[in-house]
């Protein structure tokens, strides 16, 4: 045990055992908000891993949650959104409280180390107890990004983060899965990727509380500003709702950073105000609710080959004996 | 009705009302089946849509399924996908079979013509009434590509056409899901592009039946061939089962089709004499099913907010009196 013990470095070595970690849940959980990074990191496994252990670990967690901050951020691919998380940890820091990191990749099968590469950048934080930084690329055992992060979050929260960062690729129908997983969704573009203009105009627009142009010097920043303007402006904000802010950053040289903490700050105390903060809480929680009662009705009804009523099922729709929804009725009214 | 009624100009057009077509469920598959591709584009927009009619029409075409030749195609972006798709219709059209393609973004949550530039390069088939081309970049409304797409391909599959080409962008879990819908999956790679590679061997290896080298023209042909045939050759492929073949193509001169049709028709005739055609159609069929199932499910037990009972259990879970799995477990009690 001399070998260094760091969020990075647990990282770096890849998933922990599972079934270590919660053989007490209580004591796992404890040790994790004592700043234990690799406890939590089993914790954190066991959410990806659907390990039997995990009803008892949520069990235990819940009295503990609700305390974090949830601040997502997505954009696409080159807009430098490691680069900003880089920057939100270490301002965070300053402030003295504790920061998790969730990097959420939505088009990779896999888990672990998936987006270690990108992990780097961050190595400064390596040796800070008070910043843990998981990549979970994988869908979890769920089978869907909202089994997964949301309880990912729940142990981030529970081990006393203050804050938990969720940066997400930002590609289709997953970054507005994760947006509903934060209280505030930052969403960022870069200027000259018009392609990101182009997807904020499509569907990102709802989902963005704080709209980011990050590398505010590069060429065309003026522009990205402007037609996000516009377009915020075509979405007729009315009187007590929040018209999402812009703002210009470039997290590479630190700038920016703090204007963008205090549209963060304004946009929490706009989620306490209308109710909207207790609001997606709820919805958050429902959707988790929502999913794992979805995956133990997947387990009961036998979406397995050898269960033999769906087998026979199957074999009878395959045949074009039966039709799909009414193999589905018959299927239902035996579970 | 004087515009042309060619597939291409009817995916120009846009969506074409869910409405009709279904009044009666089988007088639109009767004109389906008899090349009316606008009748064929209304049934499938009930599949996107998930309107109530899908049912009927469900039920009537069942019968009439069972008969198509369904490949897939996937691989990332660059390869020439599409190209290839397009050698592979004209080769079939030549033999005097029916073609339809399905060209699935799953990346896009937006349905409609997302992929129309790649469709323009197939416009020499746009008059060819043997030939129905359609875009799906959406999830569909069981909220996932597993619901969507057999779907689709059971109304092609009932419409008469012989081939149904089923071409996916190759991104992380989507083409895994993908390749279960097809009875043959080729993988195509490109020289030079490390990364597809490199995503063979991370998990497409497992997927795909026939191994397609395009752009075979090109400087690295030869390595990306080798580089196939030592993973293939790792995976051990024991007396009786398929060891996929490697086909070098340039799709773009027309070179490489017939050698690749031949081989997918010897994957076709393994299909037959070893089973696994017949079982690969009841995994398909149950997959289809579980996925309605569940989103039946899903519907009953109320994931919407303003349903009171899941609203409640929320309200517990969010305020961390409950967690969610025992939530879930109150959920499914009252089902």
New interface residues.
Partial sequence: MTEPRTPVADLARGAVDPARGAADPAAAIQRARDGDARALGRLLSLVENGAPQ??AV??A??????HARLLGLTGSPGVGKSTLTGALVAAYRKQGLRVGVLAID?????TGGALLGDRVRMQEHATDQGVFIRSMAS?GHLGGLSGAT??AV?VLDAAGFDVVLIETVG???AE?EIAGMADSTMVIVAPGLGDAIQAAK??ILEIGDVFVVNKSDKPGAHEAVRDLRGMIAMGRHGKGEWKPPIVSTTAAAGEGTDDLMSKLDEHRAWLGRSGEG?RR??????????A???A???AR?G?L?GDER??G???R?????????????E??AGT
């Fill in positions: 995990l009803r949520m069990k967690l819940a009295p503990l949650t609700g939505p088009t990779s099968p896999f869908r949301p309880q729940r590609v289709g129908q507005v499509a569907g207790e809480r709820r919805a958050r929680a429902r959707e988790e609710i929502s794992i009662a979805l133990e009705m997947r009804m979406g080959p769906i087998d099922l199957a074999r729709v395959a045949a074009g004996e039966l039709d799909p929804y009414a193999a589905a009725d299927l239902i």
